[in-house]
């Protein structure tokens, strides 16, 4: 270090911004129980006369916003008061790692929060469900008997190997071949030629009608499962949609009150800078 040259001291006072984050969350905390305790005060079910959703959600809003910068301001306040700074930008400074503690510890507190009864509802949610299968497998072994699965596979086959006229087909024959055709309408999205013949002649046999009525009928329902598709998707994307502009209204939200915190914590630090005139005047008056 050249000689002469002005030596700087740490001018961070841990401490002091510890206990300011200190304040700022168990302040907020306490005007947001506080505001919990007003909310339920306003729901009266006998008489009918409880604000609606919208309205509690807004005003649930706004003071949980209100507490935590107010909660912030007086943390800020804390800790410039606490390091003993006189300069303004250290407080500043102090009142941004206030804000920035007092987020991170609340990040943490929450997520163990959420974190502990997700597992709590987990458990106790594995534990009915287990109970209720143990119960119907139960019922089930009891009322009914056991079923090869080897004996499903041949129903099946003997179902899809019945007689190629459909006129000569039973009701389960012909429907088993149906559900088939249409499985492969559903993987390939298209039919052809054969399969579509196929289709309309079973139809035909299945419900006593003519073949051009049933090509037909099969027509109107491919019409209709498209339109019932096409809406579907309709819908989805809608979803979709409504959900992300939910997610960035929330995100942008979010950010604005993280600002609203930093600015309210820097308030309050620079309100709780030492005045140095002052004090000089008040020990000589002293």
Avoid: C
């Amino acid at each position: 270090m050249p000689e002469g040259a002005p030596v700087l001291r740490h001018r961070i006072s841990w401490g002091a911004i510890l206990a300011g984050a200190l304040v700022a969350i168990v302040v907020g905390a306490s005007l947001n129980i506080l505001g919990t305790g007003i909310g339920l005060t306003a729901v009266d079910a006998q008489a009918r006369d409880t604000p609606g959703a919208g309205t509690m959600g807004i005003a649930g809003a706004v003071w949980l916003v209100v507490s935590n910068l107010l909660g912030l301001a007086l943390g800020g306040y804390v800790a410039a008061r606490l390091s003993g700074t006189s300069d303004r930008s250290d407080a500043t400074l102090h009142g941004a790692a206030v804000w920035a503690t007092a987020f991170l510890v609340s990040a943490v507190l929450l997520g163990n929060v959420v974190s502990g009864a997700a597992s709590t509802a987990g458990s106790a949610l594995s534990g009915v469900m287990g109970t209720l299968s143990s119960g119907a497998g139960q019922v089930v072994r009891s009322a009914a008997p056991q079923v090869d699965p080897s004996q499903i596979a041949e129903r099946a086959r003997a179902a899809l190997s019945g007689p190629a006229d459909p006129a000569r087909m039973t009701t389960e024959q012909r429907g088993a071949a149906i559900t088939e055709i249409l499985g492969r309408r559903i993987a390939g999205g298209e039919l052809s030629g054969d399969d579509r013949t196929r289709l309309n002649r079973l139809v035909a046999a299945e419900a006593g009608i003519s073949e051009q009525d049933a090509a037909g009928r099969v027509q109107a329902y491919e019409a209709q499962a498209q339109q019932t598709a096409q809406e579907a998707e309709r819908r989805a994307r809608a979803a979709a949609d409504a959900s992300a502009k939910a997610a960035s209204i929330t995100a942008f939200a979010l950010f604005a009150a993280l600002a609203l915190g930093a600015i309210a914590a820097i308030v309050g630090a620079r309100t709780g800078t030492r005045d140095l005139v002052y004090l000089a005047s008040r020990r000589s008056a002293a």
